[in-house]
């Protein structure tokens, strides 16, 4: 893939899957326990784990293909918008409960995603 600051857009995913594709088909890139594990990143976002379950790239065969995906700005993304429903100001976060569980969900909702996939 490539760096796409959080970029959302449909597209943002496609370059990154379309690598990963190319690299799981490859006859000589065995990938798993006993090869290299595959994790997608650059432009991952929402539409990443469904195109990868589209192209068959989450499991293959009962085996995973693709390993994990590197949200990065989007995660930041979707976490900062919790974090800005906090106090204004620099404050500890563990001083707010209600917010870090909700920062905690809304990531937990990210790597469910790839877990589950």
Known sequence: ???MSGDVGAGA???AV???NTVCRAQEFPSGAA???VSVAGGANDR???MLRAQGLSTAEGRRRVHGVAYGGYARK???RVLAEGPPGVWPIEDHPDVLKQAVATAAQLVDSVKCA
Do not use: D, E, I, S
Request: proline share 17%; no cysteine; charged share 10%.
């Open 1 to 3: 893939g490539r760096p």
């Open 13 to 15: 995913t496609v370059p």
């Open 18 to 20: 379309r690598l990963a």
């Open 35 to 37: 090869g290299h594990f």
């Open 48 to 50: 990443t784990v469904p």
């Open 78 to 80: 979707l976490v900062g």
